[in-house]
């Protein structure tokens, strides 16, 4: 899941706040396990806990920590000592294996209440590698990496194309061709699990916006699938300019 990554400000933020948190309203089991979900899914999610005190909890809000969650639906008021149900909206694109997103209840007195998720995005498509390094780039010079690509039930080969903004600053050239993946650090040629092996070119990364500002470079590469329309396929390119 490499495109979704929150700002430091809210990481901080959360991070204040999960340290003050109240375990008086409780979700059990602690994770909360909503299951499983492919890549590119969207599903509404429900949730139960119990308010375990003897007070009434008032909320002022639901929020989500990440991405994906959205559409709450959750009482304003909760007895004592009764079951309170969050129901929500989660939509799995970029995402991929185990996920532990958390749902925060936030009371009318800035408590917050937080609920931990577990569950797993399978994503049909596997990448060897995921992370390339740029490393001092300078406008207009080239980069290439190369890597490979098969289904994850490894029964077929994954067909994929450049996503129209990433081929703005992007170009691939593909083979098809064998692979042994019993190990993932050592992939070779020559096995018999169907894939492609990618070349992934830039000569043009573009600095704008936010990017003037920052020295480091960060570039989503999505990818597209025929075969699997709702998938959200992709790599981080990481390096730093050279000015």
Do not use: C
């Amino acid at each position: 899941m490499i495109s979704k990554i929150f700002t430091p400000v809210f990481a901080v933020a959360f991070a204040a706040s999960a340290a003050i948190a109240a375990d008086d309203i409780r979700f059990v089991p602690d994770p909360y396990p909503i299951g499983y979900a492919d890549q590119g899914d969207v599903k509404h999610i429900v949730i139960k806990g119990a308010n375990v005190t003897a007070k009434e909890i008032t909320l002022e809000n639901v929020i989500g920590q990440g991405i994906g969650l959205s559409n709450f639906k959750y009482p304003t008021k909760i007895a004592p000592n009764s079951a309170v149900t969050i129901e929500f909206d989660m939509d799995f694109a970029g995402m991929e294996g185990k996920i532990n997103p958390v749902v925060v209840l936030v009371g009318n007195d800035g408590t917050p209440y937080p609920a931990t998720l577990d569950g797993f995005v399978k994503a049909p498509i596997f990448f060897g590698e995921k992370l390339f390094d740029a490393g001092f780039y300078k406008a207009g010079e080239k980069r290439e990496w190369t890597f490979y690509v098969w289904e994850t039930d490894k029964k077929a080969r994954p067909d994929l194309t450049l996503s129209p903004e990433s081929a703005k600053q992007f170009s691939i050239k593909t083979k098809n061709v064998m692979l042994n993946v019993d190990k993932l650090d050592q992939i070779k040629e020559g096995g018999k699990v169907p894939g492609v092996k990618v070349t992934l070119s830039t000569k043009g990364l573009s600095r704008e916006g936010w990017e003037l500002k920052q020295k480091s470079i960060r570039k989503i590469v999505s990818f597209k699938s025929k075969k699997y329309p709702k998938a959200t396929p992709e790599v981080l390119v990481v390096g730093y300019w050279n000015e």
